[in-house]
């Protein structure tokens, strides 16, 4: 049974608007996000994303400290690979 504090991969994470904290390539370990569903993208459709929930700078990759697909340039956002509960 793995421990509260070891990594876990991102297809485990909560999503329901849990705080966590994650692994972003090229942005650390120290990166406190949670997934929040009340965004609309560009066909009106309601979504979620990954967000930046403490006072932190997102990868320049992020819009507005979310992590989409791809972003407000039409490049793809950096994904977080890993995730633990907030220690």
Not at 7 to 29: C, F, N, S, V, Y
Request: glycine share 10%; net charge negative; aromatic share 10%.
């Amino acid at each position: 049974m793995p421990e509260l504090n070891e990594w876990k991969l991102m297809d485990t994470a909560p999503m329901e608007g849990t705080a966590i904290q994650a692994r972003i390539p090229g942005h650390g370990e120290d990166n406190i996000i949670a997934w929040l569903e009340h965004y609309v993208d560009e066909n009106g459709e309601d979504v979620g994303g990954w967000t930046f929930v403490e006072d932190q700078e997102p990868p320049d990759c992020w819009t507005d400290g979310v992590c989409w697909a791809s972003n407000e340039d039409g490049k793809p956002s950096v994904q977080p690979t890993h995730w633990k509960e907030i220690s």
